[in-house]
């Protein structure tokens, strides 16, 4: 009965949120453009999915993705699995930032993972590789933006053990993405802008965020409210820098290609 009145909470919740969408599009459709639209059953019907779909997605992230990324920070930093075992008498006043190495990997992985299943991502990359004619390869673009969310998150991880000011790995970050982007090429400028925000979407955000809350409550002498955000700013701007990176890397090698094609035609 308590799972039946959670799901009606979920839904009626989904619908009050999702009805200001709703008037704002058939407001403007029947008041401004004064049309009605061929396939209206069809919208119609798509509404009903979205509602369903969210609901079960809120629900989702509610009963699996945030009690399970707080249970995996949880058992990556328990003093006892952090040193085997081991008869330690103050575990946690013994424990370094070099400890946590499971934590860093369990971070680096998670976030190329959800990355590279983040419906924003997988649709962005079709449609930048459809306007560039191919020159843009879907799975290039989206290996490079899951390299920078995993770096990104794992530094992220590495901030929260350590306890040091968010703000300047994320001043640091930003210049580095002005300087790349004084020398990136032209047209992966603005993509790996928009990079950055796709990322922070429906699989990514919420096992990042409820890793970084459940480091934040374990790791000793962090705060969850101080330490626990910012996980979602890193995975945000990393893959700016990645996917800058990727193109660089990428011009390098088909101007050193057509530099060795010239001298070879020369010598023959």
């Not at 008041?31 to 509404?47: T, Y």
């Not at 001043?171 to 802008?193: C, D, E, H, N």
Request: charged share 10%; with cysteine; aromatic share 12%.
């Amino acid at each position: 009965m308590e799972i039946l009145q959670q799901i009606w909470d979920v839904t009626l919740g989904t619908v009050t949120d999702v009805l200001p969408i709703a008037a704002i599009i058939f407001g403007f459709q029947f008041a401004v453009i004064r049309k009605k639209p061929a396939n209206l059953g069809q919208i119609l019907f798509g509404f009903v999915w979205v509602l369903v779909g969210l609901s079960l997605f809120l629900l989702g992230l509610e009963w699996c993705l945030f009690p399970l990324g707080r249970l995996m920070a949880e058992q990556l930093t328990d003093p006892n699995f952090i040193h085997a075992g081991k008869a330690v008498v103050d575990a946690a006043s013994q424990i370094d930032w070099t400890d946590y190495y499971w934590v860093y990997l369990f971070a680096f992985l998670i976030g190329f993972s959800t990355t590279i299943a983040e419906p924003s991502l997988i649709a962005v990359a079709i449609k930048a590789n459809e306007v560039s004619g191919g020159a843009i390869g879907i799975w290039g673009l989206r290996l490079a933006v899951a390299l920078g969310v995993a770096i990104g998150i794992s530094l992220g991880c590495y901030r929260i053990v350590v306890g040091d000011p968010i703000h300047w790995y994320i001043i640091s970050g930003y210049i580095v993405v002005v300087i790349q982007t004084s020398f990136a090429p032209k047209m992966i400028v603005p993509l790996a802008y928009d990079s950055g925000g796709v990322t922070t979407s429906t699989v990514t955000v919420p096992l990042v965020a409820a890793l970084g809350l459940g480091l934040s409550e374990t790791v000793p002498g962090r705060n969850p409210l101080i330490d626990g955000f910012g996980l979602i700013a890193f995975a945000s701007l990393f893959p700016m820098i990645s996917v800058m990176a990727y193109a660089q890397i990428s011009e390098y090698r088909a101007r050193a290609k057509s530099t060795d094609e010239e001298s070879a035609e020369s010598s023959t």
